[in-house]
């Protein structure tokens, strides 16, 4: 859970941060910010588990379900919904739902906190800024150039001498 003096030292960084080259803003923003997912704000359920796990699995309710509405997560920037409406969209429900799941342990407690992480996870990944990619040309010089060419020559020269005489 996040006090609002923490929600605000955060978003005074990341507009802090932007104003600064991009290489230097990833790796200041993935050092400074870690998104804690407020818990009650989550809606949690659990379900039985498939898979093995023995008598476990039929008596005990381990696999955990958390969801949250993106759209009505004001916990969340709106350049963070944004990009998981693109990015993460597969984990998005008709209702607009932001679905994570997790099975992996045989306890519930595990597998909600393995959920929780995955999900803080996804939302850091989420609020970093896309690394911008600029086209460049490929480069040959010309030495590269004239050893292309004459590897093209010597190939053609090959398989012309494999060729029959047409007599």
Same mark, same amino acid.
């Given at each position: 859970?996040?006090?609002? *003096?923490?929600?605000?030292?955060?978003?005074?960084?990341?507009?802090?941060?932007?104003?600064?080259?991009?290489?230097?803003?990833?790796?200041?923003?993935?050092?400074?910010? =870690?998104?804690?997912?407020?818990?009650?704000?989550?809606?949690?359920?659990?379900?039985?588990?498939? /898979?093995? /796990? /023995?008598?476990?699995?039929?008596?005990?309710?381990?696999?955990?379900?958390?969801?949250?509405?993106?759209?009505?997560?004001?916990?969340?920037?709106?350049?963070?919904k944004q990009r998981l409406q693109e990015d993460f969209?597969? =984990?998005?429900?008709?209702?607009?739902?932001?679905?994570?799941?997790?099975?992996?342990?045989?306890?519930?407690?595990?597998?909600?906190?393995?959920?929780?992480?995955?999900?803080? /996870?996804?939302?850091?990944?989420?609020?970093?800024?896309?690394?911008?990619?600029?086209?460049?040309?490929?480069?040959?010089?010309? =030495?590269?150039?004239?050893?292309?060419?004459?590897?093209?020559?010597?190939?053609?020269?090959?398989?012309? *001498?494999?060729?029959g005489s047409l007599d």
């Open positions: 859970e996040r006090c609002p *003096s923490m929600l605000q030292t955060c978003c005074l960084m990341r507009s802090l941060v932007r104003r600064w080259p991009a290489p230097l803003q990833s790796m200041l923003l993935q050092r400074w910010i =870690h998104i804690r997912v407020p818990k009650h704000r989550l809606e949690i359920r659990t379900a039985r588990s498939s /898979g093995a /796990g /023995g008598q476990n699995v039929n008596k005990v309710n381990s696999k955990v379900d958390v969801r949250f509405n993106v759209q009505s997560a004001d916990w969340l920037t709106e350049e963070v969209s597969t =984990h998005i429900n008709k209702e607009g739902e932001f679905v994570l799941t997790c099975q992996e342990s045989r306890t519930q407690s595990q597998n909600l906190d393995i959920c929780i992480d995955k999900l803080e /996870g996804i939302l850091e990944e989420a609020s970093t800024p896309k690394k911008e990619r600029k086209w460049k040309a490929p480069v040959e010089s010309e =030495h590269q150039r004239k050893m292309r060419i004459e590897q093209k020559r010597a190939r053609s020269q090959r398989k012309e *001498s494999r060729r």
